[in-house]
C-alpha cells in the first residue's frame, strides 16, 4: 500500500507544471504613495499563488548566500540604508524532489526595513520566474523600459575630439593644451556615480528596472558599467523624472 501511495506523488516538475496551470494573472493593485506608480507587490504575488501551491502539494524554503548593507544619505540630509541580497528559493514537491532559483534582491529605507523589501523583491521574482506568472498588461516592462545607451547620451558621453589649442609660448616653444577628454566631460555633465545611482533607484519602478538591468547584463544598479549609468540618468533627466 505504501509503494503504490508513494508512486503516485507528483514529483516537483510535474507540480510546477500544474501550478502554473492553477495560478492566475497578477496585476498592478499596488500603489507607490511617493512617485505615484502602481506595481505588483509580493502579497498580490502570494495570494495568488498560495491556492495553487497548496493544491499541488509544492513548499519553498529560502536560503540567504549573501547580503550587503551601506549607509547612505540623501539629497535632503536624511539617512538612508540600502540592502542587497542574494537568496537561494528551493522548491520542494510531496515526493521529496526540488529545484532551486537563485535570485538578487534590493532594498532602500530610512529605517530597519530595507533587508525585509529586499527579501519581498528576490521572493517576488523568483516566483514570478519559476511559475512564469501572467501579468494582466503584457506590455509591462518591454515599453516602460529605456535603452541602456541611447543615441543622445553616447553625444554626451563621447563628445568628438576637439583639435588642441594653442597656449602661451615660453622659450620660442608653443605649449599645446589637451582637448578635454570624454571622461571629463561625463563629469562636467552628470552628478557623480553614487548620486545617480541613488536616484535611479528610487524613481525606476522595479518590473521597468528589473529588464533593464537583463539587458545591461548585471543583477544591480551598483554593477552596472558607467555609460549604462550614464545613459539611464540622461534618459529620466530627459523625461523631468528628477524634477523638483
Known amino acids: 500500500m505504501n509503494s503504490e501511495k508513494s508512486e503516485s506523488k507528483m514529483n516537483i516538475y510535474e507540480a ?41 502539494h509544492v513548499f519553498v524554503v529560502p536560503e540567504v548566500l549573501d547580503q550587503s548593507r551601506e549607509e547612505r544619505t540623501t539629497n535632503k540630509g536624511g539617512l538612508l540604508i540600502y540592502s542587497i541580497t542574494k537568496v537561494r528559493y528551493t522548491f520542494y514537491a510531496e515526493d521529496g524532489s526540488s529545484v532551486t532559483a537563485t535570485v538578487i534582491g534590493e532594498g532602500m529605507d530610512s529605517g530597519d526595513k530595507s533587508m525585509n523589501k529586499a527579501m519581498s523583491a528576490a521572493f517576488k521574482y523568483a516566483l514570478f520566474q ?43 616653444q608653443a605649449l599645446r593644451q589637451e582637448a578635454p577628454t570624454a571622461s571629463q566631460r561625463a563629469a562636467d555633465a552628470y552628478p557623480d556615480r553614487n548620486t545617480m545611482v ?42 523631468g523624472a528628477f524634477a523638483s
Open 16 to 56: 510546477i507544471s500544474r501550478v502554473m496551470e492553477d495560478c492566475g494573472s497578477v496585476g498592478k493593485t499596488s500603489k507607490n504613495t511617493q512617485q505615484g506608480y502602481k506595481y505588483r507587490g509580493i502579497d498580490a504575488v502570494m495570494n495568488a499563488l498560495n491556492p495553487a501551491l497548496r493544491k499541488n
Open 130 to 172: 519559476t511559475f512564469c506568472i501572467p501579468t494582466e498588461e503584457m506590455i509591462d516592462s518591454e515599453v516602460d523600459s529605456p535603452e541602456p545607451t541611447p543615441k543622445t547620451s553616447q553625444r554626451r558621453s563621447q563628445p568628438p575630439q576637439e583639435k588642441p589649442q594653442q597656449a602661451q609660448t615660453q622659450n620660442g
Open 198 to 239: 541613488e536616484a535611479i533607484l528610487k524613481i525606476s519602478k522595479p518590473e521597468a528596472l528589473d529588464g533593464w538591468l537583463k539587458r545591461v547584463g548585471v543583477d544591480s544598479v551598483a554593477k552596472a558599467p558607467d555609460p549604462a549609468v550614464m545613459a539611464l540618468y540622461h534618459y529620466y533627466e530627459s523625461k
